[in-house]
Each structure stands twice: as C-alpha cells, then as structure tokens.
C-alpha cells in the first residue's frame, strides 16, 4: 500500500486530506506540532508523530517506510507574518530544510508542496499563470518563495516534486466532521459566517472603490475537498513517473467580497449589515488564478465551483462545531 506523510496533517487542509487520502486506499502518517492544529482533527487511522518538519529525529520517525510527502506544515497569518518575519522565514524555509535533507537520505523523492498564490504577489495581469513574475508583498509569501527555491535545489539532487500555488481556501468535509478552525480566524469565509451566526449586527468589508464589478476586491476561493483531491493527484503523477513542476489551484472565478457577503447570507438566511472599513494596504483588487496546467498535466479540475456550495458546507461546519475542535 502507498504510504504517504503528511506534514500539518492536524491543521485544517492537512487533516481533510489525510482523511482523503486513506478514503481513496493510501496509508498516512502525520507530522504536526499540534501549536496550530488539532488532535481531534487527525483521523485515527493515521499514525501521528507529534514533532517538527526542522526536528531530524521526528522527520526520520514520520518517513520511516513512506512514499511520498504532501508538505502543509508552516505558518500562514499574512498580518502575523509582517509583525514576525524572522519566525516566519525560520518555520516555513529553514526548518523543512531538514525535512528535505532526510527525504534524500531515505530515497523518498517524491515531494508534493503547499505553497501559496502570495508568491506572486500584486500581479501585473489576472488570471495570473505559473510563469508569472514573483515579487511577494508579504514575509509569509516570501517565506514560502524562499522554500520553493530550497525545493528547486533539492531537485538538482534527484527529489522530484509538485509545488501547488492557490489563494483562499474555504468549505469543510460535507459531513461537518472536519473543517477550519484557526485561532485567530482571519479568512472572510468562516468570519462572517461566525458574526451571522453570533447575531452580529455588522459585517465588515474592506475597500468599496475597486475597479471591480461592484467595488469590492475579488478573490479566487476553492472547496478543501478539490484541493485534497489536487493533492493526491500530485502524488500519483510523482508516483507515475511524472516530472516536478509548479500548478496553480484555483476556482477560475473571481466572486467579489460583496458577492460571499451575499452568499453567506443566502445560505445562512441571516442578515447583518454590511459596512465598509477603508482598503487594507496593499490589497490587489483582483486576484484569480489560472489553473490550465493542473487541468491539462494533472487532469484536476474544481468539483464545487458555486460560492453558496462552498459556503454551504462551512456552515454545516460551524453549526456543528461553534468552538472547532475544542
Ligand atoms: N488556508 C488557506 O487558505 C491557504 C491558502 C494558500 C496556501 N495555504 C497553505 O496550505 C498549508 C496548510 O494551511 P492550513 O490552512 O491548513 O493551515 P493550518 O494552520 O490549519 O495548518 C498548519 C499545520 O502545521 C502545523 N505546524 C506548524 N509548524 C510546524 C512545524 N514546524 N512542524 C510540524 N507542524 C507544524 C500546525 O500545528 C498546523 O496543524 C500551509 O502550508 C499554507 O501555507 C493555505
């Protein structure tokens, strides 16, 4: 059996595709320091290590026996990530270092990586594609830019990997088993579904004068569940021989923050008024990627494309669990 590890497999995206990975027949471990995620989180099937991606003994004791690594584990607070630089440089490219290092000492050369669409930064076209420049405006973009480039050095010594690019990442698995659950919840997705749900009488909204369709930025969010399922498709092309290369995942449309407000309403049946809070600094007014190559390589496209069906299952989510996972 194909036996995969999972780095940040506690955290929310790690521990929806852990459990997908051992739906679809693959065997898993998790790597996790459990400082961001969740115990509960992690299917039981799964063996855990509690340790650190930048620990040499718990790396060796997670790939013991493993395939192939899906890397998630790392920080990922934009506004944390510019009060910190130095913690986010050190989590998320200098300790998985280690992690690679012993990936080549073992033979484990297949390597799929959870970047993210901030590498790119304020785009000079949209829908931005793989080859597009990339200028990070944040420390948590750069942070992950500085490890891609670890991975392109890594490739020189025979690791082979997919490194996937994407923006927000919203939804839950269908049944409210698992879902998002960050403390402090900074995404607009599980935020207004929280103040609906809490009754409150204001929903707040950055920016109303964007060159947009109705003024408010536009971004590219996709279900967790399709992002598991590009995950595990990374695996099997590595796994078939495939070559290593970089995909953007992405929805390939744009819904406006207006248009979630809308559609959280409608799925909730809740109403709140919306007020607009002045732009944040260096928020682009679109940000949708291109995700042809990971269609055309890969053969992955997004099963849940409407916004009320990703917000669907994120409510489901929050009714379930009001506290997450505690
Ligand atoms: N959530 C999004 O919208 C989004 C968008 C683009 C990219 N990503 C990327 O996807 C990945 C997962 O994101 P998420 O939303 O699930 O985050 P998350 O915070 O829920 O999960 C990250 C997990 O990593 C663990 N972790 C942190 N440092 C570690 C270390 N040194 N060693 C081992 N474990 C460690 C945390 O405990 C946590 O469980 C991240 O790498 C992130 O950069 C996320």
Known sequence: MTKVLVTGGAGYIGSITTRTLLDSGYECVVLDTLERGWKEAVDPRARMVVGSVGSREAVADALDGCDAVIHMAGYIEVAESQRIPDVYFRVNAVEPAVLLAEMLRRGVRALVFSSTAAVYG?????????????EPVNAYGASKLAFERRIVEAEQEGLRAVRFRYFNVAGAMPDASLGEAHDPETHIIPRLLSALRDDAEHLEIFGREFPTRDGTCVRDYLHVCDLADAHIRGVEHLLDGGAGAVFNLGNGVGFSNLEVVEACRRVTGREAEVIFGPPRPG?????????????????????????????????????ARPTGYR
């Not at 304020?122 to 990339?134: S, W, Y």
């Not at 995700?291 to 997004?302: C, F, H, I, K």
């Open 283 to 319: 928020d682009p007014a679109v940000l949708v990627a291109s995700s042809d190559r990971a269609r055309d390589v890969l053969g992955w496209q997004p099963a849940r494309t409407s916004i009320d069906e990703i917000v669907e299952d994120a409510w489901r989510w929050h009714l």
């Open 122 to 134: 304020e785009p000079d076209r949209v829908p931005i594609a793989e080859d597009d420049p990339t």
